[in-house]
């Protein structure tokens, strides 16, 4: 089992900025892809970016490209989420997710590994 556990949310004004983290535990080795999903009052999980166990691939979704980075320290295992320019619709819980896979994908039913979740609010 992979233990996921986020830290990072919290309310900010828009255009701010946040830093999401995810540590994992458990049989890590197991992990490669990295994900972030983010859910939003009323609507669906959506994907937000993932990347590849060496960090060289990543992927992201077009509602964040250019305002986000994702990140890892395998050393640490932990993933990271850079927020920047944060606008009122990125409001979501975010959730970091794990995958045996080894190219990053959009796809939620290849990440079998989920964390609890953080709040993030992005006042207008």
């Known amino acids: 089992q992979v233990q996921l556990v986020e830290s990072g949310g919290g309310l900010v004004q828009a255009g701010g900025s946040l830093r999401l983290s995810c540590a994992a535990s458990?049989?890590?080795?197991?992990?490669?892809?990295m994900g972030w999903f983010r859910q939003a009052p009323g609507r669906e999980r959506e994907f937000v970016a993932a990347?590849?166990?060496?960090?060289?691939?990543?992927s992201y979704a077009d509602s964040v490209k250019g305002r986000y980075t994702i990140s890892r320290d395998n050393a640490k295992s932990t993933v990271y989420l850079q927020m920047n320019s944060l606008k009122p619709e990125d409001t979501a819980v975010y959730y970091c997710?794990?995958?045996?896979?080894?190219?990053?994908?959009?796809?939620?039913?290849?990440?079998?590994?989920w964390g609890q979740g953080t709040q993030v609010t992005v006042s207008s």
């Open positions: 458990g049989r890590t080795f197991s992990m490669n892809t």
């Open positions: 997710a794990a995958s045996s896979r080894v190219v990053p994908t959009t796809n939620m039913p290849t990440y079998p590994y």
């Open positions: 990347i590849s166990v060496s960090g060289a691939i990543t």
